[in-house]
């Protein structure tokens, strides 16, 4: 039947999801460390095989959301419109991660700030976000040299790109561990998370429109 892939696609869906949910929670009340991969399944109403089917370590549970917002910005900052600086291709670039992924989604929304805090109180998930981190930026700032072949070197790129996620990073995890404990539990607050982010982001321009 043609509906067939589509309601398996549903289904794998809301499971991921459930395991995202599950694992936010516990690691809400319990803490990272203390949280089992058994305890997210059986809090999802799966099996520990399924949960392996899905992530393969409590990490990737807690960075779920990465993926897409690493294939968002690969792809936003490869389109350089008329008259865009490398400055502005990176800020349209980070409005549109921030617009179209983790703040559009309640479910990641619940899981950011509680990723925050799991990350200031671990240095084992300090040196995976920073991995992550920096992966992120070599491959954005590939991107970014490719759409400025004749203006940016790899160098240039590299820097400019380094320099703009720092000041977006900085001010995201300010925010987010400012808020109030009874604040965590729910969604944060995208307009203040937003106006902060853009602060950020008029703050980075601004040097690098100099290097530009």
Do not use: C, W
């Amino acid at each position: 039947m043609p509906t067939e892939p589509g309601l398996r696609e549903r289904k794998k869906e809301r499971t991921r999801a459930a395991l995202i949910e599950a694992a936010a929670d516990l690691f809400d009340r319990k803490g990272y460390d203390e949280t089992t991969v058994a305890e997210i399944a059986a809090a999802a109403e799966v099996s520990t095989r399924t949960f392996f089917s899905y992530f393969r370590t409590k990490e990737e549970v807690l960075f779920a959301d990465n993926a897409e917002r690493l294939r968002l910005a690969q792809t936003e900052i490869r389109v350089r419109h008329p008259g865009e600086s490398p400055a502005d291709v990176l800020l349209r670039t980070a409005q549109r991660i921030f617009a179209t992924s983790t703040f559009s989604n309640q479910l990641f929304a619940r899981l950011a700030p509680v990723r925050v805090r799991m990350i200031l109180a671990s240095p084992a998930l300090q040196g995976y976000a920073l991995r992550l981190l920096l992966s992120g930026q070599t491959e954005l700032a590939r991107g970014l040299h490719e759409s400025f072949p004749d203006e940016l070197d790899e160098v240039t790129a590299a820097a400019m790109v380094g320099s703009f996620v720092g000041a977006l990073v900085a001010v995201m995890m300010q925010l987010l561990a400012e808020l109030p404990e009874p604040e965590r539990a729910i969604l944060v607050d995208q307009d203040q998370l937003l106006a902060g982010l853009q602060r950020a982001m008029q703050v980075a321009v601004a040097g690098l429109a100099d290097a530009s």
